[in-house]
T-cell receptor, first 117, second 114 residues
């Protein structure tokens, strides 16, 4: 159990366009979802935290208007990269957490590799 | 703000040898995570350490947590090639105060040679 999926797994887009990435918890309800970004050969950096039905909390230095996060249900969060530029090219990974006694567990999705040309 | 430091960042070792990866963190934390990442892949959860003195073992990997020293270790016993990967430690805590988003160390790139 506790499977998280992401779609798409890879996406190539042109500079100036917007890209939406979906993160789904397949077999549990996620009270909180997290979005991370990983540049090549670097660590993961938390971008934002989203809770179902409320506004996302963004980390310092992450542009809210550029990285739009929507957590419309307990099983789906989306990250939209607006007006993408080559410097937004990265590996985006989501994770999901369910409430209750397993609050400490985070389940990671397989990631989405974004290339902006 | 939690800061997490790993060392070494790069480790090349021979099969059959033992080694330890260290993870220091800057503020009080009630839990510590270890993950493995293979090239081009996402994270695989290895251990979640929830209390001071916690020790967990899975195969050739053993992790421990000392909350007083703010130190966690990942020990590799009799390494085999399949353990070659990048290993991350992480703790809960973020600048934005989000509900336990993780702060990651820089990762230890481990290469195990025959």
């Amino acid at each position: 159990g506790a499977v998280v999926s992401q779609h798409p797994s890879r996406v190539i887009c042109k500079s100036g366009t917007s890209v939406k990435i979906e993160c789904r918890s397949l077999d549990f309800q996620a009270t909180t979802m997290f979005w991370y970004r990983q540049f090549p050969k670097q660590s993961l950096m938390l971008m934002a935290t989203s809770n179902e039905g409320s506004k996302a909390t963004y980390e310092q230095g992450v542009e809210k208007d550029k990285f739009l996060i929507n957590h419309a249900s307990l099983t789906l969060s989306t990250l939209t990269v607006t007006s993408a530029h080559p410097e937004d090219s990265s590996f985006y990974i989501c994770s999901a957490r369910r409430g209750g006694t397993a609050y400490y567990e985070q389940y990671f999705g397989p990631g989405t590799r974004l290339t902006v040309t | 703000e939690l800061k997490v430091e790993q060392n070494p960042l790069f480790l090349s070792m021979q099969e059959g040898k033992n080694y330890t990866i260290y993870c220091n963190y800057s503020t009080t934390s009630d839990r510590l995570y270890w993950y493995r990442q293979d090239p081009g892949k996402s994270l695989e959860s290895l251990f979640v350490l929830l209390s001071n003195g916690a020790v967990k073992q899975e195969g050739r990997l053993m992790a421990s947590l000392d909350t007083k020293a703010r130190l966690s270790t990942l020990h590799i016993t009799a390494a085999v090639h399949d353990l070659s990967a990048t290993y991350f430690c992480a703790g809960p805590g973020s600048w934005g105060g989000g509900a336990d988003g993780l702060t990651f160390g820089k990762g230890t790139h481990l290469i195990i040679q025959p």
